[in-house]
């Protein structure tokens, strides 16, 4: 049996000057930067629902149609012939679920038709009203009752009463049997022996129950996580896989658990699995013993749920900690050279001009070294969502209706206030730059964690920002000798260093070196990019300046390869060859054995 997994576009998008579609086209005051690069990453459930998929000896394939143009889209569709599509529905793509949904049964009536992800948990029923061509609704974490729906539908069982799922029964929608969540995370295939991508999640849930977040909706109350053997096995495939060892640990709260995370981090070391990563956290599941053990483990960012630096909105949105705690978080992550990222929100309940100045003001106290805000969300199935449905100001129809990607409105502010944050807003979006460490920093960080090659990397960043070449060259030297993970990030300080001596031979040499080793971090690319340029507009014989870039902060340019995002498919995207043979540690759970728990 073909099961295709699909991760549509948001709405039609129309090919490059052609006018959008007045119905379905895109939101009318859509700017292309609304579409973020997360938004255009496949799900990583989706990836799990394959390894599931593929395990259990189904053909297989996943592809990302995020960016794909509407007749893309429907050319792609044409072509490929399942027995099963399984669509991944947020609250930004719900739009195009819908259109894609009745593509699929315009152009294939007979296929079973599956949706699943944070948007239609919670508004199955709804989902199943308004969008006509979906067959069932997989709720929550799904791979079970996936399996136990592709069971069904090789065998021509009806699929209905299975746990989990909303579905068509005649006229009438009807739910299954609630299902629990899965307890054994080990026994699911790793997504990590099929696919691509530098994105890991080693737990799902979140102990914690702020307003604005789905967490609980889509994996249920609590913290689950894989065994420390698992993680590190999938940490060892995915080094394998990537060409640039950096991964992206994408789990609600990664150190909730601190003792599992600070075993994950030893595990590493003692592996020898030498890669830069990053995690999201909480502030007050961080300790000094844990950070170090981290930074030593390869980890390069944290990025934080601050939300606010208002107390009176920390509380009210349920966020359980203080400004005070957050500011002694970072001090902490940055005594071992820990990059912190705040990620902050506008227009959470309560917010007022009063407590945007307070914590513009935090901002300014707590010096993390970037932090990002976006405005409040309100995705079905949050505290926010129910409350304001209780309130009456808000529908679940409108997410039926509306044309917007996120219903992005400021809970309770007055308009006037909502103005002021808006305007705000317009002009300080995207990531903002605060904190860089000085040489002094960098040489206590270095004191702290002892000869760590990253810490290396550090100090000859900073002494290279000081134009101090020599001892960022000593630096970089160290720091390679000592098997810093990312190399072409070297190479592009020497390039950096070599142009600035004017040294054209040396420029290029370690330029095309750093392309050689890590072509897609953005900075390599970007002074790539540079020098071509340059080169085109007659820079050596004009004498015209040469400045490239010299940074080495954890950030990944994107490879637009499919499944993981949506590049080109393959010229033979549509023929179904068999399923590939698993890893040996994988070729368990046989689909005529399925182990399914209700």
């Known amino acids: 049996m073909r099961v295709a997994l699909l991760y549509p576009p948001p709405w039609k998008i129309p090919e490059p000057g052609e006018a959008p579609d007045p119905v379905d086209g895109p939101p009318e005051d859509f700017k292309p930067t609304d579409l973020d690069p997360d938004f255009h990453q496949t799900p990583y459930g989706l990836f799990s629902l394959g390894a599931q998929s593929l395990r259990a000896g189904y053909e297989t394939k996943v592809l990302n149609l995020s960016a794909f143009t509407w007749s893309q889209t429907v050319s792609t569709l044409t072509r490929l012939e399942a027995d099963v599509y399984g669509l991944s529905c947020w609250t930004a793509n719900r739009r195009g679920v819908d259109l894609v949904t009745r593509l699929i049964k315009e152009l294939h009536p007979n296929a079973h038709v599956v949706v699943g992800g944070p948007h239609a948990t919670p508004l199955a029923k709804e989902v199943l009203e308004h969008y006509t061509a979906i067959d069932t609704v997989c709720v929550g974490e799904s791979e079970l009752q996936f399996l136990e729906l592709l069971d069904h539908v090789e065998n021509a069982k009806p699929p209905r009463g299975i746990a989990g799922t909303v579905y068509r029964d005649g006229d009438s929608i009807v739910s299954g049997p609630p299902r629990a969540s899965i307890n054994d995370l080990d026994s699911l295939a790793s997504p990590h022996d099929y696919f691509d991508t530098h994105i890991v999640m080693t737990s799902r849930g979140c102990p914690w129950q702020c307003t604005f977040c789905g967490a609980e909706t889509t994996w249920g109350r609590g913290f689950r996580g894989q065994s420390i053997p698992y993680v590190l096995d999938a940490l060892e495939r995915v080094l394998e896989r990537l060409p640039v060892k950096m991964v992206q640990i994408k789990d609600d709260t990664f150190t909730a658990n601190k003792r599992r995370a600070m075993e994950i981090c030893q595990g590493i070391r003692e592996r020898g699995l030498n890669f830069l990563w990053s995690c999201d956290t909480r502030v007050d599941v961080l300790t000094e013993e844990l950070l170090k053990e981290m930074r030593l483990a390869g980890c390069q960012r944290l990025s934080l749920g601050v939300e606010s630096g208002s107390p009176k909105i920390l509380a009210a949105i349920n966020k359980k900690i203080t400004a005070e705690k957050i500011i002694a978080a970072a001090q902490m992550a940055k005594k071992y050279g820990i990059q912190v990222r705040f990620y902050m929100m506008l227009g959470n309940r309560g917010e007022t001009k009063e407590t945007f100045y307070e ?87 270095l004191r702290n964690v002892g000869e760590h090659h990253a810490a290396h990397m550090d100090l000859a960043g900073a002494y290279y920002r000081a134009g101090l070449h020599d001892l960022a060259a000593q630096h970089l030297d160290r720091a390679e000798e000592l098997g810093y993970p990312a190399p072409g990030l070297l190479n592009n300080y020497r390039a950096c260093i070599a142009a600035a001596r004017y040294d054209l031979n040396g420029t290029q040499d370690h330029l095309k070196r750093a392309l050689r080793e890590d072509p897609y971090h953005f900075v390599v690319a970007r002074n790539a990019e540079t020098i071509r340029r340059w080169f085109v507009d007659g820079g050596p014989v004009k004498g015209l300046p040469l400045t490239l870039e010299g940074r080495h902060e954890f950030q990944l340019f994107e490879r637009t390869v499919q499944p993981t995002l949506p590049g080109p498919l393959a010229d033979d995207f549509d023929q179904w060859l068999g399923v590939p043979r698993a890893p040996r540690h994988a070729e368990t759970g046989a689909k005529r054995h399925l182990n399914v728990v209700s």
């Not at 010096?367 to 304001?388: M, R």
């Not at 309770?412 to 808006?422: G, N, Q, T, V």
Request: hydrophobic share 35%.
């Open 359 to 445: 914590t513009l003001d935090f901002l300014e106290r707590a010096q993390p070294h970037q932090y990002l805000f976006s405005c409040l969300s309100i995705y079905p199935g949050t505290v926010d969502f129910h409350d304001a449905e209780k309130a009456g100001w808000l529908n679940r129809e409108v997410y039926f209706t509306g044309k917007f990607q996120e219903h992005k409105v400021p809970f309770d502010a007055s308009e006037e206030d909502s103005r002021l944050m808006s305007e705000w807003f317009e002009e300080n979006s995207g990531l903002q730059r605060v904190y860089v460490e000085s040489i002094d920093d960098c040489k206590e960080i």
